[in-house]
């Protein structure tokens, strides 16, 4: 038996030159969720191999699956990804028209009827999949059925067949760290990763998993349904000193959704870092409220140079209608913090959760000036994400059905308010705002405030005729 996981071929982005879709976007964090998968078959005995189809086209594709001859190919399905994940799944089956394809992911999880409407799919395996592909691979190995494997979506006779849910630890130090072995750490360069750094060999890791807000435009609530799990401060740490000696990792990115939730775990992380003289820099992302300045301190000691803020507005107003469960005040406060400890605070921004408008804008505006983030804002419109609150508003409302996911369009922006013109506009006026400098690129483009009112009287026009 041998299994082959997979990460699809990537999007091509729109090439504003050409107008058509050429652009290859460039490789940013080594997908753990195969790695996961990987060590966890191999720690059965089950032979296992495992690509990043990141840059590879749809030829060198087949070629590989050609190569490697599995019996097994493991596909993940991410939600921008979703087309090329169906389209390999299909590549999958023309080439070994007799090996069992598995589609895995966060879109598989929440669509599996989408996946299997695809003939060339066998099965979904839903959320966290290193017990699921194991128990998978045994059974296809012995030939017998799926029905009582737990964590699955099947065919039946009346459509999908969901197996019961699989029970889920909240202790995550069983399992196998990712294998490494097919990736070249040199070919990921996140964009958040300073010059001085980029130099460095690094990697991202996951000391917990899930989270359990509920932000309005997130789904990560919903796929680990409301769990949050953890490893251990010494597990975490003997991934870290394996990294730095096998692999001579010197740059790290914590990626986890909520990495300082448990604060006395985080404490002694940095304590475990320390006493063991580890060298290397490292950046996390958190929530405000989920820092204060002992636990800062010692994350500065252990090395951490930034970290990553989900602040998205500085209106009392948004941030409530979005489902934050902070206040502007401890945005403040975290920042003060922050960079009184001697880290980089840097923030996320988001235009468009409901009761945005100019005045929104202006008080996010003026908080960022208030809070000085070390590098300037990433900022995103508000877009539907399956799973999340604000999707499950938009279709009841009929603004969107489950059927989009059908095509190949990225996830549409969050219209219940604001029409996509105008979510524009109030990005424009928070770059106006906090980024001058693009600003001005945009007003070269034609993006200022004549082009929407102009925008806005057309719309007004064609609703007469």
């Known amino acids: 038996m041998k299994v082959l996981l997979l990460t699809p071929p990537a999007p091509r982005l729109r090439n504003p030159a050409t107008a058509e879709e050429d652009l290859l976007p460039p490789r940013t964090w080594v997908p753990l969720g195969i790695a996961y998968l990987t060590s966890a078959l191999r720690g059965h005995g089950v032979e296992t191999a495992f690509a990043d189809l990141h840059d590879h086209s749809w030829p060198r594709a087949a070629a590989l699956l050609r190569r490697e001859r599995p019996d097994v190919v493991g596909i993940s399905c991410f939600t921008l990804g979703r087309a090329n994940a169906l389209r390999l799944a299909t590549e999958a089956r023309r080439v070994l028209p007799d090996a069992h394809i598995v589609m895995g992911g966060p879109h598989a999880t929440f669509f599996p009827e989408h996946m299997l409407a695809n003939p060339a799919v066998d099965v979904v395996a839903l959320g966290e999949g290193e017990e699921t592909i194991v128990e998978l691979a045994a059974r296809f190995e012995e030939g017998g059925g799926l029905e009582d494997i737990p964590g699955l979506a099947l065919r039946s006779a009346d459509g999908v067949f969901r197996t019961p849910p699989r029970e889920r630890s909240t202790d995550l130090d069983h399992l196998a760290f990712p294998a490494y072995d097919a990736f070249d750490l040199a070919r990921y360069r996140s964009p958040e990763i300073p010059e001085q750094y980029r130099s460095l060999i690094g990697t991202h890791l996951l000391s917990s998993r899930g989270c359990p807000f509920h932000c309005g435009f997130c789904s990560v609530n919903r796929f680990f349904e409301g769990r949050w799990a953890k490893r251990s401060p010494r597990n975490v740490a003997d991934e870290i000193e394996r990294l730095i000696e096998d692999l001579h990792v010197r740059h790290l990115y914590f990626s986890d959704d909520l990495f300082t939730l448990d604060r006395q775990r985080i404490l002694a992380l940095c ?31 252990a090395g951490c140079y930034r970290i990553y803020y989900g602040v998205e507005s500085g209106s009392p107003r948004v941030l409530k209608a979005a489902g934050k469960g902070f206040s502007v005040e401890q945005v403040r406060r975290a920042f003060v913090m922050t960079h009184e400890a001697g880290i980089e605070p840097c923030c996320f921004l988001m235009v468009g ?23 300037m804002p990433i900022l995103g419109i508000n877009t539907l994400l399956p799973a999340s609150d604000q999707y499950d508003r938009a279709k009841a409302a009929g603004l969107i059905s489950d059927d989009y996911w059908l095509g190949t369009a990225p996830p549409p922006p969050y219209t219940l308010e604001h029409d996509v013109d105008d979510l524009i506009y109030l990005q424009m006026l928070l770059t106006r705002g906090i980024a001058p400098e693009l600003f001005e690129q945009m007003r070269a483009m034609g993006f200022d405030e004549k082009y929407f009112l102009m925008r806005r009287m057309a719309k007004g026009l064609m609703d007469r005729v």
Not at 280 to 291: H, K
Not at 355 to 374: D, Q
């Open 353 to 375: 959760n409901p009761g945005e408008n100019p005045e929104t804008i202006g008080e996010t505006v003026a908080l960022i000036h208030a809070i000085r983030p070390a590098t």
């Open 271 to 301: 304590r475990e870092i320390i006493v063991r003289k580890l060298h290397f820099v490292w950046m996390a992302e958190t929530r405000v409220d989920l820092v204060d300045e002992e636990l800062l301190g010692w994350m500065y000691k």
